[in-house]
């Protein structure tokens, strides 16, 4: 018999037969998971992008540089300003031609609610380009290490 028998001398012998059927059930799974999703990474959409030619600006803009510090000063390019101040000047900045962009320096203990102002103070006055500067070699908060105990 196959399953075994009554002989006594037959002892408990490893099985030395490997069962292959979930390896080959595995593999037919993986090979359908393949042929599927070929086919979409390969796949992309066509569009017609408009050609350009770069050609440089005759006049550049200046810039402004509006500072706000942790207490909430404000500095015209690096000149302290009070607020009814910064607000003639982002006026008179806005009527000039060509418009200057407006680089906003912010100090990180400032709060938000000063920003604000600044930034809706210049979009009344009709400065159109108003730009963030950041310090890029300052590591972020979360990728500081935790300080050791």
Known sequence: MAFGGLDSNDAQRPMAEINTTPLVDVMLVLLIIFIITAPLLTHAVRINLPRVASQASPESAET??????????????????????????????????????????????????????????????????????TDPSASPVWTQPAPAK
């Open 64 to 133: 402004v540089t509006i500072a706000i510090d942790g207490s909430g000063a404000m500095f015209w390019n690096s000149d302290a300003v009070q607020e009814t101040v910064l607000y003639a000047r982002l006026a008179e900045a806005a009527d000039r031609q060509p418009q200057p962009q407006l680089h906003l320096r912010v100090d990180r203990d400032t709060r938000y609610q000063r920003v604000a102002e600044v930034l809706a103070a210049a979009r009344n006055a009709g400065i159109a380009k108003i730009g963030f500067v």
